[in-house]
């Protein structure tokens, strides 16, 4: 089945303290994603990857990090995450055409 | 960069009837435009499409309009079902980057039997 999945589901942390949410799609797409949710905000784009080892920024960048050394997966890092950063995070595969595959999300929650 | 703007932030409808999400882009040279369905707890899904070269596309109950001139463009439901009863978001992507993805802010559509 293609799909797209992501871990964890829930996380709840502390200020400061890195974390990695990680992000898997069995379809071979060269194009992959991050975003994020908030309430009237629609998704914002954090930031994606073209292929293995190109990244760029997305609309909303500060505060992440990503890597792209498989081409399966994609994870987001939070450094030193900040309340500001309480969010539902989404990873994102892109096949023909730019059709779009949504992982399930991952509910974030910074104190 | 782009700007997405979606109207209605919620819409109720009765069982039965039609239903109509509107969305407005800024970036003349955006070419692509999906819908996405998003049920609670799970992620957006993709319902339908279009491409600024076509002016309407249809999928069952599902149609999408596309007014190049206006830059804007319309989700267009009928004969809603309860489980058409989701949040439904539009997107655009720039002429400038076709790998950068601009959303509205969201319809929550409620379908009452």
């Known amino acids: 089945e293609a799909q797209v999945t992501q871990n964890p589901r829930y996380l709840i942390t502390v200020t400061g303290k890195k974390l990695t949410v990680t992000c898997s799609q069995n379809?071979?797409?060269?194009?992959m994603s991050w975003y994020r949710q908030d309430p009237g905000l629609g998704l914002r784009q954090i930031y994606y990857s073209m292929n293995v080892e190109v990244t760029d920024k997305g609309d909303v960048p500060e505060g992440y990090k990503v890597s792209r050394k498989e081409k399966r997966n994609f994870p987001l890092i939070l450094e030193s995450p900040s309340p500001n950063q309480t969010s539902l995070y989404f990873c994102a595969s892109t096949g023909v055409g730019l059709r779009q595959y949504f992982g399930p999300g991952t509910r974030l929650t910074v104190t | 960069g782009e700007n997405v703007e979606q109207h209605p932030s919620t819409l109720s409808v009765q069982e039965g009837d039609s239903a109509v999400i509107k969305c407005t882009y800024s970036d003349s040279a955006s070419n692509y435009f999906p819908w996405y369905k998003q049920e609670l707890g799970k992620g957006p899904q993709l319902i339908i499409d279009?491409?600024?070269?076509?002016g309407e596309k249809k999928d069952q109950r599902i149609a999408v309009t596309l007014n190049k001139t206006a830059k804007h463009f319309s989700l267009h439901i009928t004969e809603t079902q309860p489980e058409d009863s989701a949040v439904y978001f539009c997107a655009a992507t720039p002429g400038s980057n076709f790998n950068k993805f601009y959303f509205g802010s969201g319809t929550k559509l409620n379908v009452k039997p």
């Open positions: 379809m071979n797409h060269e194009y």
């Open positions: 279009i491409r600024s070269n076509v």
